[in-house]
T-cell receptor, first 109, second 112 residues
Framework: GIQVEQSPPDLILQEGANSTLRCNFS?????LQWFHQNPWGQLINLFY???GTKQNGRLSATTVATERYSLLYISSSQTTDSGVYFC???????????FGGGTRVLVKP | DSGVTQTPKHLITATGQRVTLRCSPR?????VYWYQQSLDQGLQFLIQ???????AKGNILERFSAQQFPDLHSELNLSSLELGDSALYFC???????????FGPGTRLTVL
């Protein structure tokens, strides 16, 4: 199966700072998704982004499918952005999501 | 709120017991997926059903089984429970077999 590597594993930010999270895949993927797991354990869909760039408020994501990586940008971070961010993908024509190990983000006031 | 519902939210049981976790997909979604999140294994795919039929299988133990009913809700049955089965179990759904997946709130299982 595919391997998904996320970096950095941990990130501590001051409120208002910007950051970039990275996700590398060992093979071509489709159905690439970014999630935020909040402190209550809920997995919240952020982006469905097999390729290209999308923006949603202070968050944006870019996937370069040919180079097998995706980036998640958090701008003007807020304490509510704290939690764990996961990327996940499925192999081409596959259906099971393979998750990375996550990036744990702590935003300090 | 993703539209995927899971019950119960929490479950505490003893080793050797059997439990059933329930999932209702988003309205109109035909595909249901089960995932397990544990501290040592991370988030792992267990099984997928599409319109009532098993579609894909992942790292699902033989002690675990699942099914999807005609109304499209799904149940995950865990039997002969062990301490290591303690985890957060997520259900997800998607419109077809290969679309974006939306996750429910999860069932936190504690085996004592």
């Amino acid at each position: 199966g595919i391997q998904v590597e996320q970096s950095p594993p941990d990130l501590i930010l001051q409120e208002g700072a910007n950051s970039t999270l990275r996700c590398n895949f060992s093979d071509s993927v489709n159905n690439l998704q970014w999630f935020h797991q909040n402190p209550w354990g809920q997995l919240i869909n952020l982006f469905y982004i097999p390729s290209g760039t999308k923006q949603n408020g202070r968050l944006s994501a870019t996937t370069v499918a040919t180079e097998r990586y995706s980036l998640l940008y958090i701008s003007s971070s807020q304490t509510t952005d704290s939690g764990v961010y996961f990327c996940a993908g499925t192999k081409a024509a596959g259906n099971k999501l393979t998750f990375g190990g996550g990036t744990r983000v702590l935003v300090k006031p | 709120d993703s539209g995927v519902t899971q019950t119960p939210k929490h479950l505490i049981t003893a080793t050797g017991q059997r439990v059933t976790l329930r999932c209702s997909p988003r309205s109109g979604d035909l595909s249901v997926y089960w995932y397990q999140q544990s501290l040592d294994q991370g988030l792992q795919f267990l099984i997928q059903y599409y319109n009532g039929e098993e579609r894909a299988k992942g790292n699902i133990l033989e002690r675990f089984s699942a099914q999807q009913f005609p109304d499209l809700h799904s149940e995950l049955n865990l039997s002969s429970l062990e301490l290591g089965d303690s985890a957060l179990y997520f259900c997800a759904s998607s419109p077809r077999a290969y679309n974006e997946q939306f996750f429910g709130p999860g069932t936190r299982l504690t085996v004592l």
